[in-house]
């Protein structure tokens, strides 16, 4: 994971309590802070091995790399954000195509 804050503070949430990180409303899912890094670090390690050697040498050297994110929010789109970030990526998340009503155009 990444020296950054926001991991720091999970982490330590994660070692001191069973405390609910996150509830999908729509499916209903509850996950604690530990459920929530593991799931984020095994999804980081597979998106690390399907990165090609040339992205992953750009990560190394700083350089910025974005990884499109396709999932409605929920429990799976906050794993796949935190998993981007802790690969060095930049997520950008996209919106699929639903009715105005649905919130995307």
């Known amino acids: ?3 950054l804050p926001l991991f720091s ?4 949430f994660a070692h001191h309590s069973e405390r609910i990180a996150i509830k999908d409303t729509v499916t209903g899912y509850a996950a604690s802070y530990i459920q929530l890094l593991t799931d984020v670090l095994h999804l980081r390690n597979i998106v690390q091995t399907s990165l ?3 992205t992953i040498e ?3 050297r700083g350089e910025e790399i974005f ?4 999932a409605e929010g929920g429990y799976e789109f906050t794993v ?3 998993a981007t970030v802790a ?3 930049v997520a950008v998340p996209i919106c ?4 105005v009503v649905g919130g995307c155009i």
């Open 80 to 82: 796949a954000f935190f």
């Open 58 to 60: 750009q990560l190394e």
């Open 96 to 99: 699929k195509l639903t009715s």
């Open 9 to 12: 503070r999970m982490l330590r």
């Open 52 to 54: 090609e050697c040339s």
């Open 87 to 89: 690969v060095g990526a």
């Open 1 to 3: 994971m990444p020296n």
């Open 67 to 70: 990884i499109a994110i396709l």
